[in-house]
């Protein structure tokens, strides 16, 4: 019994000098934090141990990232800042409608910028009580509107037909100045609307002497249409008849003889009238493109 229990003495003293071993190597020092893993392959002690970086505190850690933050304005000397739109002046009203007329044309509002002339005016829109709807009111520029034609058109798609309405509105002042234009749209009152303002688009102006007739005789042709116009002695007032009656009417033209010849579509009709009108010139024309007096025209 004595034996066995100094043998277990032994051993117990043993374990305990190689725990106090290992407690007291620097893998424990302050310097870092190491992991030992032991092993005891066939009874043999084996150590294996990693070390890591050593811990810091939060004053250190703040201290780093401070003197590693890159600060965001200064740039190199390299980079150049691309401009912004709000980096530049402050663009007027006139220059706004300049660049807009260059790029898409004269607007509504009657006034161009580039001195073109617009006979457009967009309708002036005058809110209604009730649901909040919308009325428009007449264009009060002068010029007097006449329907020649409101058609049913259908296009054909592949879900069916679609309907629209078609109207040919023919515009005027009366003093020489006239315009036929067309629009298509679901309703009437819109195609209607559409044609007008197409119409004020087109204004051409009307040679007439001053009995309100024609200098001389014109033809012409639009399509299959073909239109034929002569001067009138005064009195004879306006013999035609379909769209050229009312082209010439609104123009202001009193005293004039005009015959469709070909085609009775009303639209290539009125067309017709506005490109034989068109061919017309004055006597004073006439005779600065020759060179000599108004007087030796009739010589």
């Known amino acids: 019994m004595a034996a066995t229990a100094a043998s277990f003495l032994t051993t117990a003293l043993s374990a305990l000098s190689v725990d106090n ?17 032991s092993k005891f392959p066939r009874g043999i002690l084996s150590t294996r141990t990693q070390k890591l970086p050593p811990l810091r505190s939060s004053s250190e850690i703040d201290a780093l990232d401070q003197e590693e933050t890159v600060n965001s304005e200064d740039s190199p000397e390299i980079y150049v800042r691309t401009p912004s739109i709000d980096d530049g002046p402050v663009e007027t009203e006139e220059e706004i409608a300049l660049a807009y007329e260059e790029l898409y044309g004269p607007a509504y509002s009657g006034e161009s ?11 002036k829109i005058k809110k209604s009580s009730g649901l909040g709807t919308a009325k428009k009111e007449k264009v009060k ?41 067309v629009g298509k749209a ?34 012409a042709d ?9 001067p009138a002695a005064p009195g004879t007032g306006v013999i ?4 050229v009656r009312i082209v010439l009417e609104m123009a202001g033209v009193e005293n004039a ?43």
Do not use: C
Not at 159 to 177: C, T
Not at 222 to 230: E, F, N, S, W
Not at 261 to 270: E, R
């Open 141 to 181: 520029d002068g010029f007097d509107e006449r329907v020649v034609q409101v058609r049913r058109v259908t296009k054909v798609v592949k879900g069916g037909k679609q309907l629209h309405f078609r109207a040919i509105v023919v515009v005027g002042d009366k003093q020489g100045n006239v315009g036929v234009g």
């Open 21 to 37: 071993r290992r407690r007291s190597s620097p893998l424990f020092s302050n310097a870092g934090i190491s992991i030992t893993e």
């Open 240 to 243: 035609a008849g379909g769209a």
């Open 222 to 230: 639009y399509g299959a249409a073909k239109v034929m116009l002569r």
């Open 186 to 219: 679901k309703e009437v009152v819109s195609a209607v609307q559409k044609s007008a303002v197409n119409a004020r688009r087109n204004i051409i102006t009307v040679p007439m002497t001053k009995y309100k007739t024609f200098p001389h005789r014109s033809e």
């Open 257 to 299: 003889l005009g015959k469709q010849l070909g085609s009775n579509n009303a639209l290539n009709n009125a067309r017709a009238t506005v490109v034989a009108v068109q061919k017309m010139r004055q006597f004073q024309q006439v005779a600065e493109d020759r060179g000599i007096p108004m007087e030796e025209l009739w010589k």
């Open 113 to 123: 910028f580039l001195g073109n002339n617009v006979y457009v005016m967009d309708s």
